[in-house]
């Protein structure tokens, strides 16, 4: 199963014309396509991505908490999201996107189809997906009435009960599998969504000891990120 196909309709590439195309079809407003050998990526947003997210944002969350549901995945809130709620009961001033992690025993494609049907019936467009070895590692949506952000990572269980994810080109994310497999539910305005039980150990993995000291602006995830490696 390809789960490009219907999605990539230009010429694939990489390397350095990858970042000289990806600022030419920038301007343009066409998408950005890349491949390198097993790796695959899809990226297109109409509208700047770096804003921070408007105050409709709660109602998205639940939307697409809901429709994840409904999809019979298992998700949890995280990165920026959960930290927000976890140390301020609210999403991070200067967020840009909510963060779900999505966690399979073993991949299922038909769930995923699902998922991309259900978010489109409601608006929803996919703004960037990433494969590798045809399985989805990242998907991202986004709603352009609200310029609302879905970034979701898709982990998936390997040795040494650990969960990865490969949403990076010759990057790995890794955390013990024991953070996606016991979850609890928090409250965030009227409904309530899954978030990792050992929270606090999850958000000191990501973002160090210091975590619970807030930032003044959004830096690069890369920089800040306790369980990002390159790959050998």
């Known amino acids: ?3 490009l196909k219907g999605i990539i309709e230009m010429e694939l590439f990489s390397g350095p ?18 491949k390198y050998k097993s ?21 998205n969350l639940k939307e697409v908490a809901t429709i994840i549901n409904d999809c019979d995945l298992k998700y949890t809130i995280g990165w920026g999201t959960l930290l927000g709620h976890i140390r301020d009961n609210q999403f991070i001033e200067h967020d840009t996107d909510i963060d779900i992690d999505l966690s399979e025993d073993q991949y299922n494609p038909v769930k995923y189809k699902q998922l991309i049907s259900g978010m489109g019936v409601r608006g929803y467009k996919i703004g960037r997906i990433v494969t ?14 609200s310029k609302v952000v879905i970034d979701i990572v898709v982990w998936h269980d390997e040795q040494n009960d650990q969960s990865r994810s490969y949403c990076e080109r010759g ?19 009227d409904f309530t969504v899954f978030a990792p039980t050992q929270a606090q150990d999850y958000l000191k993995m990501i ?13 690069d995830w890369k920089e800040n990120c306790g369980i990002l490696e390159k790959l050998e």
């Open 1 to 3: 199963m390809n789960i």
């Open 17 to 34: 014309k990858y970042m000289i195309k990806r600022f030419f079809f920038t301007l343009l407003g066409k998408p950005i396509i890349s």
């Open 39 to 59: 790796y695959y990526e899809y990226h297109n947003f109409p509208f700047d991505i770096n804003q921070p997210m408007s105050k409709s944002a709660y109602v």
């Open 132 to 145: 590798r070895y045809n399985v989805i590692q990242q998907i991202t949506f986004y709603e352009a009435k």
């Open 171 to 189: 990057q790995v994310l890794t955390l013990p599998s024991i953070i996606f497999s016991q979850r609890d539910t928090i409250n965030i305005n």
């Open 207 to 219: 973002y160090g000891p210091t975590w619970m000291t807030p930032l003044k602006v959004k830096a």
